[in-house]
């Protein structure tokens, strides 16, 4: 009988009335929600302001170097200086992260704490709202808290929607591109899912008192929806996960659809009617983001011509190239698209990979004329691309005509990717790993390019102002770029050498500009041959050594955003494979403390462009030196490459080196803010990050000092 009382008191818990949402204190569950979106509202226009702020720094830049100012990066006004100490103090800790080695093969980088300190403010908020003047503690408040964190999580869905979109008013007003808000759309989700457990949890206690929980599992419609929606973003939550996420991206992308369409509905199912509009929002958000993309995809991909009668037909066809035994160059001349250096692009080709679309960078400039992409043979699409390549290779029949071959229709979306100007900046530090080039590459290129654009066209002014460019604050590069293989050089030969050839007309006219190339060789290639290459027949390999004879240096592509195995920093190595391929080469090491000489980091940079090539770790290499490298890449060159030569700022480098050290030398030289970017593995950007955070604090950046502030960009090959 007591039981029976118990359940009919609680049955009559359970469906108390709702309509004025009050409950265990004064403050409503809709004015929370209000809450919880009035703090992401702040967030927001904070940063739209912050891009403001970055927008009209760099038009005042620009302004300045037209009245001929010497140093327009550097601030001068006793408010700008204000606001430039504002930023250093706020970029060392936003910068900042370290790393906890356990083994040789084995460690965990922390977050970068400006994120860990925005993912902790979000997480806080959402707890406070979850608990405010609610005890629980008090039993009798456990279904309050049951109601009111049901509420607070039903005001996150439009948010994590908003930052999955790839266009989306988050990113537009912020300045910033879907891949930079991605993790962010992530540890909102898992936030969720905290608050979501939270929830289920106060319910299942609750329940607990009356032994319910089976009960209510079994026969209640409402309760085993909410189950359901509770599991599938568990999984939603894990198969997330980066190494979830990178074993098959493919299936990743598939499932996780999937899952999102039954989370929402279940969801949906779930919820009272007063709060299925938070669905009905997140739906539209959605379905506004596939709606413009699919818009800006149609008005790309389609050309619409008209002889005679109308005819519609695709705009876009590429030419697949094999460039290396597991590279594929992907062109597409006169492409119907707009871009900027450093963005990336969606390519799908149905005939190929059907039902798949890979980013890719854009290393190619818009004068070009074409899209280029450089891919990596992985897995599923890349690896289809691939394998395309090397079906239909054909050698080119002339030095005239390097790119015939047979065009293939394709699909673009994009581009994406955002960054601020580099032209603001006094003095641009840019480094990059193995195929990180591609992503660095154009944008030095586009420096260059205003340089020649703008300087050139009065070479005969003997006024200053001709020595000044009217949009390009910049009047020093460096340029580094750190490759495995000296094959690879081969990659961007023809870019870096026009590069240099233009500067040094540009400085031999009086310019005040000037870029420094340093390429940094680890290793030749691995001591275990490629897939390819132990499957290979003999005239592959042919054909792969006359392609580059023919084609050295043609500006070549971009790169997947993925890793290759063979890539590593600091001796670090990304998987089993290539773990074994370093301790082979450790075995066999020049070194007499057992390790390789080209590994290890020099200490002094200047001692380093003077050691000859001595590199014996694959056996056989040891009489490659910086001459013999120049001449087996650079055959048909006018010039020497001696350092008083008009290709006196390409230095080619045995050796690994200390980015700290490139970086300080960088600074010392500025007469104002500094760019630093960086494109590469994971150890790479860790370094180089750890480096800035380290020299801003070392030379009291913008704290008396007069040390200039350092902006930095990091690009990864992950998602």
Same mark, same amino acid.
């Given at each position: 009988?007591?039981?029976?009382?118990k359940?009919?008191?609680?049955?009559?818990?359970?469906?108390?009335?709702?309509?004025?949402?009050?409950?265990?204190?004064?403050?409503?569950?809709?004015?929370?929600q209000?809450?919880?979106w009035?703090?992401?509202?702040?967030?927001?226009?904070?940063?739209m302001v912050?891009?403001?702020?970055?927008?009209?720094?760099?038009?005042?830049?620009?302004?300045?170097?037209?009245?001929?100012?010497?140093?327009?990066?550097?601030?001068?006004?006793?408010?700008?200086?204000?606001?430039?100490?504002?930023?250093?103090?706020?970029?060392?800790?936003?910068?900042f992260?370290?790393?906890?080695?356990?083994?040789?093969?084995?460690?965990?980088?922390?977050?970068?704490?400006?994120r860990?300190l925005?993912?902790?403010?979000?997480?806080?908020?959402?707890?406070?709202?979850?608990?405010?003047?609610?005890?629980?503690?008090?039993?009798w408040?456990?279904?309050?808290?049951?109601?009111?964190?049901?509420?607070?999580?039903?005001a996150?869905?439009?948010?994590?929607?908003?930052?999955?979109?790839?266009?989306?008013?988050?990113?537009y007003?912020?300045?910033?591109?879907?891949e930079?808000?991605?993790?962010?759309?992530?540890?909102?989700?898992?936030?969720?899912?905290?608050?979501?457990?939270?929830h289920?949890?106060?319910?299942?206690?609750?329940?607990?008192?009356?032994?319910?929980?089976?009960?209510?599992?079994?026969?209640?419609?409402?309760?085993?929806?909410?189950?359901?929606?509770?599991?599938?973003?568990?999984?939603?939550?894990?198969?997330?996960?980066?190494?979830?996420r990178?074993?098959?991206?493919?299936?990743?992308?598939?499932?996780?659809?999937?899952t999102?369409?039954?989370?929402?509905?279940?969801?949906f199912?779930?919820?009272?009617?007063?709060?299925?509009?938070?669905?009905?929002?997140?739906?539209?958000?959605?379905?506004?983001?596939?709606?413009?993309?699919?818009?800006?995809?149609?008005?790309?991909?389609?050309?619409?011509?008209?002889?005679?009668?109308?005819?519609?037909?695709?705009?876009?066809?590429?030419?697949?190239?094999?460039?290396?035994?597991?590279?594929?160059?992907?062109?597409i001349?006169?492409?119907?698209?707009?871009?900027?250096?450093?963005?990336?692009?969606?390519?799908?080709?149905?005939?190929?990979?059907?039902?798949?679309?890979?980013?890719?960078?854009?290393?190619?400039?818009?004068?070009?004329?074409?899209l280029?992409?450089?891919v990596?043979?992985?897995?599923?699409?890349?690896?289809?691309?691939?394998?395309?390549?090397?079906?239909?290779?054909?050698?080119?029949?002339?030095?005239?005509?390097?790119?015939?071959?047979?065009?293939?229709?394709?699909?673009?979306e994009?581009?994406?990717?955002?960054?601020?100007?580099?032209?603001?900046?006094?003095?641009?530090?840019?480094i990059?790993?193995?195929?990180?080039?591609?992503?660095?590459?154009?944008l030095?290129?586009?420096?260059v390019?205003?340089?020649?654009?703008?300087?050139?066209?009065?070479?005969?002014?003997?006024?200053?102002?001709?020595?000044?460019?009217?949009?390009?604050?910049?009047?020093?590069?460096?340029?580094?770029?750190?490759?495995?293989?000296?094959?690879q050089?081969?990659?961007?030969?023809?870019?870096?050498?026009?590069?240099?050839?233009?500067?040094?007309?540009?400085?031999?006219?009086?310019?005040?500009?000037?870029?420094?190339?340093?390429?940094?060789?680890?290793?030749?290639?691995?001591?275990?041959?490629?897939?390819?290459?132990?499957k #290979?027949? @003999?005239? !592959?390999? $042919?054909?792969?050594?006359?392609?580059?004879? %023919?084609?050295?240096?043609? &500006?070549?592509? *971009?790169?997947?955003k993925?890793?290759?195995v063979?890539?590593?920093?600091?001796?670090?190595?990304?998987?089993?494979?290539?773990?074994?391929?370093?301790?082979?080469?450790?075995?066999?090491?020049?070194?007499?403390?057992?390790?390789?000489?080209?590994?290890?980091?020099?200490?002094?940079?200047?001692?380093?462009?003077?050691?000859?090539?001595?590199?014996?770790?694959?056996?056989g290499?040891?009489?490659?030196?910086?001459?013999?490298?120049?001449?087996?890449?650079?055959?048909d060159r006018?010039?020497?490459p001696?350092?008083?030569?008009?290709?006196?700022?390409?230095?080619?480098?045995?050796?690994?080196?200390?980015?700290?050290?490139?970086?300080?030398?960088?600074?010392?030289?500025?007469? #104002?803010? @500094?760019? !630093?970017? $960086?494109?590469?593995?994971?150890?790479m950007? %860790?370094?180089?990050?750890? &480096?800035?955070? *380290?020299?801003?604090?070392?030379?009291?950046?913008?704290?008396?000092?007069?040390?200039?502030?350092?902006?930095?960009?990091?690009?990864?090959?992950?998602?």
């Amino acid at each position: 009988m007591i039981v029976a009382l118990k359940i009919i008191v609680f049955h009559l818990q359970c469906d108390m009335d709702m309509s004025s949402m009050r409950m265990g204190g004064s403050v409503s569950n809709p004015f929370l929600q209000k809450v919880f979106w009035a703090a992401v509202g702040t967030a927001t226009a904070c940063a739209m302001v912050i891009n403001i702020y970055e927008w009209i720094l760099c038009r005042l830049r620009f302004r300045a170097i037209k009245h001929h100012d010497p140093s327009p990066a550097k601030p001068k006004a006793v408010f700008s200086r204000i606001l430039a100490t504002i930023t250093a103090l706020l970029r060392e800790p936003a910068y900042f992260s370290f790393s906890i080695r356990f083994s040789r093969f084995l460690h965990w980088t922390t977050p970068v704490l400006g994120r860990a300190l925005l993912v902790g403010i979000e997480f806080t908020l959402v707890l406070v709202l979850c608990f405010y003047q609610l005890n629980p503690h008090d039993q009798w408040q456990w279904e309050d808290i049951g109601y009111r964190t049901g509420f607070i999580a039903t005001a996150q869905l439009p948010l994590i929607v908003v930052l999955a979109g790839k266009r989306n008013i988050i990113g537009y007003v912020s300045g910033l591109s879907y891949e930079r808000l991605n993790w962010l759309h992530r540890w909102t989700a898992r936030i969720l899912f905290v608050t979501v457990t939270i929830h289920m949890g106060f319910w299942f206690t609750d329940w607990a008192r009356y032994d319910y929980i089976r009960v209510k599992l079994t026969t209640d419609a409402v309760v085993k929806r909410g189950f359901a929606a509770w599991c599938i973003l568990l999984w939603i939550v894990i198969s997330t996960l980066a190494p979830a996420r990178r074993w098959n991206y493919e299936l990743f992308v598939v499932q996780h659809v999937i899952t999102f369409i039954g989370f929402f509905v279940s969801v949906f199912l779930h919820l009272p009617s007063q709060l299925r509009v938070w669905v009905w929002v997140s739906i539209g958000l959605f379905l506004l983001d596939r709606f413009v993309r699919a818009s800006v995809a149609i008005s790309i991909n389609l050309s619409v011509r008209s002889r005679g009668r109308w005819r519609i037909s695709w705009a876009s066809k590429a030419t697949f190239k094999l460039l290396a035994p597991d590279v594929t160059r992907i062109i597409i001349q006169n492409p119907p698209v707009e871009w900027k250096a450093g963005q990336h692009m969606f390519l799908s080709c149905q005939s190929i990979a059907p039902l798949q679309s890979h980013p890719f960078t854009i290393a190619s400039l818009p004068q070009d004329g074409r899209l280029e992409f450089l891919v990596k043979s992985k897995k599923g699409g890349t690896k289809r691309f691939f394998r395309y390549a090397k079906k239909n290779l054909r050698l080119p029949l002339s030095r005239k005509d390097p790119n015939q071959g047979h065009e293939v229709v394709v699909s673009l979306e994009g581009p994406y990717g955002s960054i601020r100007p580099l032209r603001q900046f006094d003095s641009v530090f840019l480094i990059a790993g193995g195929s990180g080039s591609t992503f660095t590459t154009p944008l030095a290129r586009e420096i260059v390019s205003h340089w020649t654009k703008h300087l050139t066209a009065n070479l005969n002014s003997s006024h200053s102002s001709a020595l000044k460019c009217p949009d390009a604050v910049t009047r020093y590069i460096r340029f580094v770029w750190i490759i495995k293989s000296r094959k690879q050089y081969g990659w961007f030969s023809d870019q870096i050498w026009g590069m240099a050839k233009d500067v040094h007309r540009l400085k031999e006219a009086g310019h005040d500009v000037e870029i420094d190339i340093r390429i940094y060789v680890t290793c030749e290639d691995p001591l275990e041959a490629s897939e390819t290459e132990k499957k #290979g027949s @003999s005239d !592959v390999g $042919v054909v792969y050594s006359e392609v580059e004879d %023919i084609n050295l240096g043609a &500006s070549l592509s *971009s790169i997947a955003k993925l890793p290759t195995v063979e890539e590593s920093w600091g001796g670090s190595t990304y998987s089993a494979s290539s773990a074994s391929k370093t301790e082979n080469a450790t075995r066999i090491s020049c070194g007499p403390d057992g390790t390789c000489c080209c590994r290890k980091p020099p200490e002094d940079e200047d001692e380093i462009s003077s050691l000859p090539w001595q590199c014996k770790c694959n056996g056989g290499n040891a009489n490659t030196g910086k001459s013999s490298l120049f001449k087996k890449t650079m055959t048909d060159r006018p010039l020497t490459p001696t350092r008083t030569s008009a290709h006196s700022d390409i230095a080619l480098l045995c050796g690994r080196p200390c980015p700290k050290d490139l970086i300080r030398e960088t600074l010392e030289q500025a007469l #104002g803010e @500094s760019a !630093v970017v $960086v494109c590469g593995p994971q150890e790479m950007l %860790i370094d180089v990050r750890q &480096s800035v955070v *380290s020299l801003s604090d070392e030379r009291a950046v913008h704290k008396g000092s007069g040390a200039q502030g350092i902006y930095l960009h990091t690009e990864s090959f992950e998602f």
